[in-house]
C-alpha cells in the first residue's frame, strides 16, 4: 500500500490529536480521496449535455455501470437506508475480497429495488423514455437485449463503494 503525506491546519490537527485513539485517520483520508476522485471522474469535463452524452456513449461497459452503482449507492444512503442497513451493507463489502467485489451472494437490502434501477437503466440503454406509459412493439426486445448487456458485477462494486464510503465519513460522527 502506498504512503501519502498530507498537510492540515494547526487547529484542525489538534482537533485530530484529541480523538486519534477513535479514529483511523488514513482511512478516513483514503474515503475522502476516493469520494472527490469519484465525484471528478463522473463529471464531464463541460457543462455542456452533448460532451455529457458523447462521455456517457464513449465509456466502457464496466465503467458505465460501475458509475450507476455509484450515483444508485449514494443515493439509497443518503436518502433511503437506517443506520443497520449502511452499517451491514459497509461491513459486507469490506469483508468481501477485491476480485468478488461485485457478487453478492446475499442479495440487496429490502429498501433498495435493485431489478427496479436495473430496468430503468436498461430502458435508458435502449433509448426508451422513463415515462414510456406502454412500451412500443420492439421496444421490449431492445429493453431486454440491454438488461443482457448489464454489467452487474461492476453496478454492485459502485454501489456498494458508495455505500461504504459514505459510512465510513458518517460513522465518525456517531
Given at each position: 500500500m502506498a504512503r501519502l503525506n498530507i498537510s492540515v491546519p494547526d487547529d484542525l490537527h489538534a482537533?485530530?490529536?484529541r480523538v486519534r485513539d477513535r479514529l483511523n485517520v488514513s482511512r478516513v483520508c483514503a474515503t475522502a480521496l476516493e469520494r472527490e476522485l469519484a465525484v471528478l471522474e463522473a463529471?464531464?469535463?463541460s457543462t455542456s449535455p452533448d460532451v455529457g452524452h458523447m462521455i456517457?456513449?464513449?465509456?466502457t461497459t464496466a465503467e458505465r455501470w460501475r458509475w450507476?452503482?455509484?450515483?444508485d449507492g449514494r443515493e439509497w444512503a443518503t436518502q433511503v437506508a437506517s443506520r443497520e442497513e449502511l452499517r451491514t451493507e459497509a461491513e459486507s463489502t469490506a469483508n468481501r475480497r477485491s476480485s468478488d467485489a461485485g457478487h453478492r451472494a446475499f442479495?440487496?437490502?429490502s429498501s433498495f429495488n435493485y431489478q427496479k434501477k436495473m430496468l430503468?437503466?436498461?430502458m435508458v440503454d435502449a433509448g426508451i423514455p422513463s415515462d414510456a406509459p406502454i412500451l412500443q412493439s420492439g421496444q421490449?426486445?431492445?429493453?431486454?437485449?440491454?438488461r443482457r448487456e448489464a454489467d452487474e458485477a461492476?453496478?454492485?462494486?459502485?454501489?456498494?463503494t458508495a455505500v461504504t464510503e459514505l459510512w465510513e465519513l458518517a460513522v465518525v460522527s456517531l
Open positions: 482537533r485530530l490529536d463529471r464531464p469535463a456517457d456513449r464513449i465509456r450507476r452503482g455509484l450515483q442479495g440487496w437490502p430503468e437503466w436498461s421490449v426486445e431492445q429493453r431486454d437485449r440491454a461492476a453496478y454492485a462494486q459502485g454501489w456498494g
